[in-house]
């Protein structure tokens, strides 16, 4: 999990109602991301963040909303708008290079009742 | 557009085998390729990254070959122990973007 924490690991919601995903790092990567993982299907690209103040649409972005204030801090917000929104969520950082590794936080696994 | 298979949801192999991993890939032509680790309920872990012009990659028990021509790559682990049981997946750079695309994971059970 290294220098990234997400918080809390387990979620409980009501339907109709929003949700942010807390996701903080230490490790002073400029790109942080947002992914979504459902059983037997890869993780998706929710939205990402290349620098403070900016961030872009991922794969599956609709029902979703994020900020990026400060460099430690992108946090995600489950939006009512969100259909199937019970899933596992994890963020990560990538470290500066071509090669585009990514380091993982520990994830948040959100479920809505 | 992309696509990544990785060959089998599960795979069971007996403790000191060799198991072997496949991720294969369509319509594109990555310069590099990553395979990552998870552990149930955990956030991914990265292992290794090949390049392109590398047909090879080594880092203790761990093996990546990366056939460009085939658009394939195999994940080896040697001598398996039950502490390699985890889901293992690949990852490609999406075409275009500064983001990953990854596989669904392979589910690795070495059986002591």
């Known amino acids: 999990d290294g220098g990234i924490t997400q918080s809390p690991k387990y979620l409980f919601r009501k339907e109709g109602q929003n949700v942010t995903l807390s996701c903080e790092q230490n490790?002073?990567?400029?790109?942080m991301y947002w992914y979504r993982q459902d059983p037997g299907q890869g993780l998706r690209l929710i939205y990402y963040?290349?620098?403070?103040?900016?961030?872009q649409k991922g794969d599956i972005a609709e029902g979703y909303s994020v900020s990026r204030e400060k460099k430690e801090s992108f946090p995600l917000t489950v939006t009512s708008a969100q259909k199937n929104p019970t899933a596992f969520y994890l963020c990560?950082?990538?470290?500066?290079?071509?090669?585009?590794?990514?380091?993982f936080g520990p994830g948040t696994r959100l479920t809505v009742l | 557009s992309q696509k990544i298979e990785q060959n089998s949801e599960a795979l069971n192999i007996q403790e000191g085998k060799t198991a072997t991993l496949t991720c294969n890939y369509t319509?594109?032509?990555?310069?590099?390729l990553q395979w990552y680790r998870q552990d149930p309920g955990r956030g991914p872990v990265f292992l290794l990254l090949?390049?392109?012009?590398?047909k090879e990659k080594r880092k203790e028990r761990l093996k990546v070959t990366f056939d460009t021509t085939l658009k394939q790559s195999l994940f080896h682990i040697t001598a398996s122990q039950p502490a390699d049981s985890a889901t293992y997946l690949c990852?490609?750079?999406?075409?275009?973007?500064?983001?990953?695309?990854f596989g669904t994971g392979t589910r690795l059970t070495v059986i002591p």
């Open positions: 319509n594109y032509s990555p310069a590099y």
């Open positions: 990560a950082t990538k470290k500066e290079g071509p090669y585009n590794e990514q380091f």
């Open positions: 090949i390049r392109e012009n590398e």
């Open positions: 490790l002073n990567h400029d790109a």
């Open positions: 963040s290349q620098i403070v103040n900016d961030f």
């Open positions: 990852a490609l750079p999406q075409t275009g973007a500064n983001n990953l695309f």
